[in-house]
């Protein structure tokens, strides 16, 4: 595969400019040859998505921030914060990670948002195409299970309304954002339906528990429909996928498991402490004694990371990618967060600091989940 000017520019800035104890010997256009080996690796390895045909890469672009003001970016929404999510969106393909996942409910008037994700999205990929007629990026939305949506239809009329606010005629994932205890078998019928009428490639869910992740697999097996992906609140410090079963059930049905705030909503970046804690709804998750007890792993994680000369960041989301068929989409809210996700790939920490992090971590008491895992 042929590296991209732009692509090479963007790792040499990652490793060069946030990474400073990269060792070189010889160069190729700006790049250690020996990370011009990771870089290569990095664009060539992608991930199929379950038993679908469907491939991403193994890193993905979270898009919930963008446009939000309901908990993101200081409950306020301004041309600057347009510019960074766009810059965001620019360098994340600069650096091949083209898997972009948003929501109908990421900025929009039912989250108090600004201006919906999807379409920030959409017109992000368009102007890029405008550049680059060959782009392809991978498209992943969510339908809200609204207490008024009810049956099949409610799934296919959401999605086309998804797809005119993308500016597509098709996505490549689209998923049930979390359970309705009111319509799942009908959200499930529509999913399948979706997928005979070509408006998506493949299908998953998001915030599904054990019971429901396999009846969902079971229903669209008997259509001949993979069930490609379960999206879920996974990171170092909230491992709830591997002690409810989540985790066990998706590696035995052949799921891949779509990891959110894969790095504690920048809790596990090390950009936070005791004397300062995130500002905010996360303030209330993220509280200074809990940031007390997550010293020492954060501490190790830095530490490991200065091994490979990594930020903590590169090596919270590298535990990750280290999991079996696990894809994390960190969320992007500038171009340099979007470099540094960009420094995650092309390596792998050693079995034996996995195993590490993961005992460190599980003497922390694990932070709160999002309610609807337990439906």
Known sequence: ??????????????????????????????????????LKSSEEE???????????????????????????????????????AKAAFDTSVDCNITFFDTAEVYGSRLSLGAINSETLLGRFIKERKEKDPKLE?????????????????SVLNALKDSLCRLGVSSVELYQLHWPGVWGNEGYIDGLGDAVE??????????????????????????????????????????RAPEENGVKVACDELGISLIAY???AQGVLTGKYSPENPPTGPRSR???????????????????????YSKTPTQVALNWLIAQENVVPIPGAKTAEQAEEFAGALGWRLANEEIYELRSLASEIRPVTGFPVENL
């Open 1 to 38: 595969m042929a590296l991209q000017v732009s692509s090479a520019a963007c790792f040499f800035r990652v490793f060069s400019h946030r990474n400073r104890r990269v060792h070189t010997t010889t160069v190729r256009s700006g790049v250690a040859s020996e990370d011009f080996a990771a």
């Open 46 to 84: 992608k991930l199929k998505l379950g038993a679908s045909e469907l491939k991403v890469t193994r890193l993905g672009i979270g898009a919930w921030s963008w446009g939000d003001t309901s908990y993101w970016n200081n409950f306020e929404w301004d041309d600057r914060k347009l510019k960074a």
């Open 197 to 238: 009428q070509g408006l998506v490639k493949a299908v998953g869910v998001s915030n599904y528990n054990e019971r429901r992740l396999r009846d969902a697999y079971e229903k669209l097996k008997k259509r001949g429909i993979p069930l490609a992906s379960n999206q879920v609140n996974y990171s170092l410090i909230y």
């Open 137 to 153: 990026v991978a498209v992943a939305t969510k339908f809200a299970a609204l207490p008024w949506r009810l049956g099949r239809q």
């Open 285 to 307: 998750i993220y509280t200074p004694e809990f940031l007390t007890r997550l010293q020492p792993l954060l501490n190790r994680i830095r530490e490991i990371g200065e091994g």
């Open 261 to 263: 705030s894969p790095i």
